[in-house]
């Protein structure tokens, strides 16, 4: 059973401060994704990684950065939150590299920035 | 550039009706096409693939590609049915890194 995994369910950080978003996968997939999810925006993308150093911006990337050091972990970095940074993070893997490999979702992490 | 448009935020039904989620995408190659569904307190899964055509806890979708759509069908709603679902694109310029795009997301509230 693939499972993903995100360090905290719930944060709450302070306008300015540098914030760590951890997701890890145990199932030695490829491709890893970060998503936030708005209401009424669904889920929009940030970054993605298909190899262990490579990192692709998504549709979002402004304000953020990412991190693969290690195939199973994928880093999401605030430099310096903002409140419009308010929102559910969720962290995505999948096996392949084709199109049509389904993706699997952690559980998210709900970040409020004060 | 690719699109994925779910028109509805909300769509309530009864028990038993039929549903019908909407989905419109813009893309000019072959789409691979999916829904996922997010049951509450749960993580968001795959529900079905339109490479797969299959039925899946009853729902079915499928591609027309003249109108750009991949609705998603239940004949008879079930309480637990109830939940947010999005529809996602993913095509060839996605560059086989099996990225997607998702739609805004229609929640689906169905009554007893």
């Known amino acids: 059973d693939v499972k993903v995994t995100q360090s905290s369910r719930y944060l709450v950080k302070r306008t300015g401060e540098k914030v760590f978003l951890e997701c890890v996968q145990d199932m030695d997939h490829e491709n890893m994704f970060w998503y936030r999810q708005d209401p009424g925006l669904g889920l929009r993308l940030i970054y993605f990684s298909y190899d262990v150093k490579m990192k692709e911006k998504g549709d979002i990337p402004e304000g953020y950065s990412v991190s693969r050091e290690k195939k199973e972990r994928f880093s999401l970095i605030l430099e310096s939150a903002s409140t419009n940074q308010t929102s559910m993070y969720l962290c995505?893997?999948?096996?392949?590299?084709?199109?049509?490999?389904?993706?699997?979702f952690g559980p998210g992490t709900r970040l409020t920035v004060l | 550039a690719q699109r994925v448009t779910q028109p509805e935020k909300l769509l309530s039904v009864f028990k038993g009706a039929p549903v019908e989620l909407k989905c419109n995408y813009s893309y000019s190659g072959s789409p691979e096409l999916f829904w996922y569904v997010q049951y509450s307190r749960q993580r968001l899964q795959l529900l079905l693939r339109h490479i797969s055509r299959e039925s899946i806890k009853g729902f079915t979708a499928d591609l027309n590609k003249g109108e750009t759509s991949f609705h998603l069908k239940k004949p008879f709603a079930q309480e637990e049915d109830s939940a947010m679902y999005y529809c996602?694109?993913?095509?060839?310029?996605?560059?086989?890194?099996?990225?997607?795009?998702f739609g805004q997301g229609t929640t689906l509230q169905v009554k007893p």
């Open positions: 996602a694109l993913s095509g060839e310029g996605s560059g086989n890194t099996g990225k997607l795009i």
């Open positions: 995505a893997s999948s096996a392949g590299l084709a199109g049509w490999y389904e993706q699997f």
